[in-house]
């Protein structure tokens, strides 16, 4: 283990039992940060999730983990409490990562009904059912063939739709919760002298996915409190960035409908011809928190090989 922070500091990562927060987790754990977990997961979930735990601790370092929901503010002052037993009240925490996916994924109206005329088309000319034809695209855009996503067939949605409270929600638990942390780790003293705070958002906070506008809304929010953040706690040493990652195969991409066309459509543009990883967007997360990167302050940072700027999709 390579030990480049300050001895007894910690990274606290609020969703880290999957995806960007656990590659983070593991990642910041090799180079000697002591790691705090929060997330919520089911009791049977559990098995998968405490090897990962156990990778972490092999590391040598110590690791905290408190499965519990990381947007009530009761359960975020018992964490943080914790927290000030176990540093003496100092202030340890050189890492805050806020990567909570937890938000409503509805349409905000019914959808228009739509004819996939290309297919209809195709199976015309080459003298097939349509039927017939959709069944042999589906199923090698199920296997991984993202040049079929044109002709696959269109993605379903629940016959339900965003409401108010449905926004309000996710806003707070994807948006605006980094900043209840963010004080409350500040009001304590926590915050070590050079701290870095990240936030994950991704190109649905420019761009309209079907599905997405609670969420999107959520990490608009987030950039726009990550910036004030950057502004008024600069001058205590604390440093507020945005992690832009690509399209990556996450658990909760999977919850987003339609997530197989976004990720084949990724593939298709990106430079390097793959999506992004979790272990991509951690090692920026590493080389953010090092000293060398304490001049990196209120950026969004495009963490996905290209994707973003590219145009071609072959």
């Known amino acids: 283990m390579a030990t480049e922070f300050p001895r007894d500091q910690w990274a606290v990562i609020l969703g880290g039992s999957s995806g960007f927060g656990l590659a983070t987790a593991k990642k910041l754990a090799e180079h000697g940060l002591k790691i705090c977990i929060v997330h919520r997961d089911r009791r049977g979930a559990m098995k998968n999730i405490d ?9 040598g370092v110590e690791l905290r983990t408190f499965n519990t929901d990381a ?3 009761e359960a975020r002052g018992e964490i943080l409490d914790e927290l000030a037993k176990e540093t003496g009240g100092e202030g340890k925490i050189r890492v805050l990562l806020h990567s909570i996916a937890f938000g409503n994924l509805k349409l905000i109206a019914p959808e228009k009904p739509a004819n996939n005329d290309a297919r209809a088309a195709l199976a015309v000319k080459l003298g097939i059912s349509e039927d017939a ?12 063939v993202a040049a079929m996503s044109g002709l696959a067939t269109a993605p379903k949605y629940a016959e339900s739709y965003m409401e ?6 996710t806003i707070h638990a994807m948006g605006t919760s980094m900043l209840s942390w963010t004080q409350d780790i500040m009001a304590r003293g926590l915050f070590a002298d050079d701290a870095r705070i990240f936030g994950m958002t991704s190109e649905g906070n420019t ?7 609670g969420v999107a809304a959520a990490k608009v929010a987030l ?3 990550s910036r004030s953040i950057a502004t008024e706690l600069g001058p205590f040493g604390i440093r507020s960035n945005i992690i832009q990652a690509g399209v990556t195969d996450t658990p909760a991409l999977r919850l987003i409908p339609g997530n197989a066309f976004l990720k084949a459509q990724a593939v298709s543009r990106n430079p390097m011809g793959r999506l992004t990883t979790p272990k991509d967007v951690a090692a920026v997360i590493y080389l953010l928190s090092t000293d060398e990167a304490g001049w990196i302050n209120g950026e969004v940072i495009r ?3 290209g994707e973003h700027i590219s145009g071609a999709t072959r």
């Open 133 to 144: 034809l959709a069944g042999a695209v589906d199923e090698l855009f199920d296997e991984g």
């Open 223 to 225: 950039e726009s409190v």
């Open 51 to 59: 090897p990962e735990f156990e990778t972490i601790r092999k590391t």
């Open 207 to 213: 761009v309209a996915w079907k599905g997405y506008a």
């Open 303 to 305: 963490v996905d090989g």
């Open 71 to 73: 947007v009530a503010a």
């Open 164 to 169: 108010e409270e449905d926004v309000a929600r």
